[in-house]
């Protein structure tokens, strides 16, 4: 058995990509894949020296299970990917400011004393996917595609802009 961390074993990223992708198959019982670019990307990046995966490969059995629950109908695009080096590499980076903060005030400014500790972590997700989009369409398509498939209508982009609106915010404003 090979003890060295993940960060020690690149070579085993990809076979670990394929093995973690099966799980969630199995365990969730729905596909989940890549396309070819947003795969390549993110081998790319879980192989290169800032890929730190500090809890070892339990990093990258995490980051592919949220990639493949929120990618739309099981494909897992270069936004999600985009979003998920993002929130990696907040993680991994040092130094005692919480990474969601920083990136919630400087979208809401003062206004962050007024969020519970549990919005600030949905919230922070939110701004990172509409920061990877290009509209608020994509980005709702991208953080609602579960729940569409629940739905008989659905206007992805109107309930994202309802839920930013909650916070005194919008879709470009957190973008920017």
């Known amino acids: 058995m090979d003890l060295r961390a993940a960060r020690e074993r690149r070579e085993d990223i990809e076979p670990n ?3 973690e992708l099966r799980r969630f198959t199995e365990r969730e019982g729905r596909n989940a894949t890549f396309n070819r670019e947003a795969r390549e990307r993110y081998l790319r990046f879980a192989s290169a020296p800032e890929a ?3 809890a070892n490969f339990r990093d ?6 949220r990639m493949a629950t929120l990618a739309p109908e099981g494909r897992i695009n270069e936004a999600i990917v985009a979003a998920e080096i ?10 005692d400011t919480d990474a969601d903060d920083v ?13 519970d500790p549990f919005d600030r972590v949905q919230l922070a997700e939110v701004i990172r996917v509409c920061r990877t989009s290009r509209s608020a369409s994509e980005a709702g398509r991208t953080l609602f595609a579960v729940s ?5 209508s659905a206007n992805d982009a109107d309930r994202l802009r309802k839920y930013l609106a909650r916070f005194g915010t919008s879709f470009d404003e957190a973008r920017a």
């Open 17 to 19: 990509l394929e093995f």
């Open 52 to 54: 730190r995966w500090t």
């Open 60 to 65: 990258l059995s995490a980051s592919v299970t």
């Open 86 to 95: 993002d929130r990696l590499l907040q993680r991994w980076t040092p130094g």
């Open 103 to 115: 990136l919630l005030r400087a979208v809401l400014g003062d206004r962050l004393s007024q969020c």
């Open 148 to 152: 569409r498939l629940n739905k008989a």
